[in-house]
């Protein structure tokens, strides 16, 4: 997985002990290449394929195997707790309508990773094992998890009428609006978390946190930002655009960025090559963009809805390729090829959300073929141990279960 933030030697090290470990006990192309398992739980193909049933189901599994102590995810790439592991434990916490749940869960987080002088939260967490320190181990926020994180509170806060939540999430967006959002020759971007090294050569960015409707609920929560929350929302869809044009096949690359000065060559939108190998491809970053749109063309008013219909009708290249081959590798380089030739989990829930907004009459037969052979009846897909394979699954099927707005 490509590394989220540049990590300075020492803790590298210690990221490359835990990787070692992790490879002994797990396969390392355990996640793409598992076999169906023999005995596995399909739901029904066609319109009644119990979706809220299955969501339901693999919920309960990621909680036992997952939450430790109910209270925090440990990441099998990191061998600790990340932020973002805790924002979808969060989120499905409150789509499931469990608050005692949630309650635990943001108690250990606001206690563990809250930063000393502002409300973020830093985005990785060590638990003493594989050789890491036990405490917060980088102090540096990752935007996405806080974003999801207070988008969570502020929802919750409403559902379950707890004043405390709201404000808990109000002081966190007011925190991003100020150290993660950066206005540049009128239009805003969202920077990916307090590093010095985001804002360098160039701004670095990261499609798949663009969510325009977490932007539009922080505007009606955020009154003296309102207007730049509101923007923001707006000029993501632009964004998101031209990142992904930068690929052959249009898909988002995991990392892009915007140029300080407009050159001769034209476009601001550039790729950003600092996070290493894979920066340019379509993987384990980017696969969220489409969670993202699809949640957006469902909570979103329009014209926002629209446009985040059109990006997913407009860059059908996953599902295409799905039709063409009838197997899903483990993402694609920015020239449009597998990134490996062995079965992958993580670009299924974007299928099915690109066939979703073209037939969504046939998004159980489609489950049956794409991941119900995958499926185990504990309420897994692929593994038992990936806990990010697990979320980004979950959470392209929830997507498909909202209505609209």
């Known amino acids: ?15 490359l002990i835990a990787a070692a470990t992790l490879t002994v006990f797990y396969p390392a192309q355990g996640m793409q290449g598992a076999a169906p398992p023999a005995a596995a739980s399909k739901p029904e193909a066609g319109p009644a394929w119990h979706l809220s049933s299955l969501l339901q189901q693999s919920w309960q599994f990621y909680k036992g195997r997952f939450l430790v102590d109910g209270a925090h995810v440990v990441s099998n790439t990191y061998g600790g707790t990340i932020s973002e592991g805790q924002s979808y434990a969060l989120l499905k916490a409150l789509w499931m309508n469990e608050p005692a749940t ?10 563990n990773l809250k930063r000393p002088h502002d409300h973020l939260l830093g985005w990785r967490w060590g638990d003493g094992e594989f050789g890491t320190s036990k405490g917060l181990m980088e102090l540096d926020n990752a935007a996405d998890a806080d974003q999801d994180i207070a988008y969570a509170l502020l929802l919750a806060g409403r559902q379950w009428n707890r004043p405390d939540y709201t404000r808990d999430g109000l ?8 150290l993660n959002v950066q206005l540049l020759d009128g239009r805003y971007y969202l920077i990916p978390g307090t590093w010095e090294g985001f804002k360098e050569e160039y701004l670095t960015l990261d499609p798949s946190y663009l969510a325009p409707y977490v932007y539009r609920e922080f505007a009606r929560a955020d009154v003296a930002n309102a207007a730049g929350w509101t923007q923001l929302a ?12 930068l690929t052959r096949p249009k898909l ?18 550039i790729f950003s090559d600092r996070q290493g190998d894979g920066s340019r491809d379509f993987s384990y970053d980017a696969f969220r963009v489409y969670w993202r749109m699809a949640m ?3 909570l979103s008013p329009v014209p926002g809805r629209d446009r985040a219909k059109a990006y997913l009708k407009n860059h059908p290249f996953l ?6 081959h009838a197997t899903m590798p483990e993402g694609f380089t920015a020239q449009g090829l597998p990134r490996t030739q062995e079965t992958s989990g993580f670009a299924m829930g974007p299928v099915l959300v690109l066939n979703h907004f073209q037939q969504p009459a046939q998004d159980g037969a489609l489950y049956q073929q794409l991941l119900a052979p995958h499926y185990h009846a504990e309420g897994y897909w692929f593994n038992d141990y990936n806990d990010f394979l697990h979320s980004v699954i979950w959470l392209h099927l ?7 707005a």
């Open 1 to 15: 997985m490509i590394d989220r933030f540049p990590i300075p030697w020492p803790q590298c090290l210690l990221l």
């Open 102 to 111: 949630f309650q635990k869960i943001w108690q250990w987080t606001r206690l």
């Open 171 to 178: 002081n966190i967006v007011k925190d991003l609006w100020r």
């Open 234 to 245: 707006d000029d993501s869809y632009d964004v998101l655009e031209a990142c992904t044009n």
């Open 252 to 269: 988002p690359p995991n990392w892009c960025a915007v140029k300080w000065q407009e050159d001769h060559q034209g476009s601001r939108i």
């Open 296 to 298: 957006d063309a469902r």
């Open 319 to 324: 599902l295409d390729y799905w039709r063409q």
């Open 398 to 404: 929830y997507a498909l279960s909202l209505k609209p």
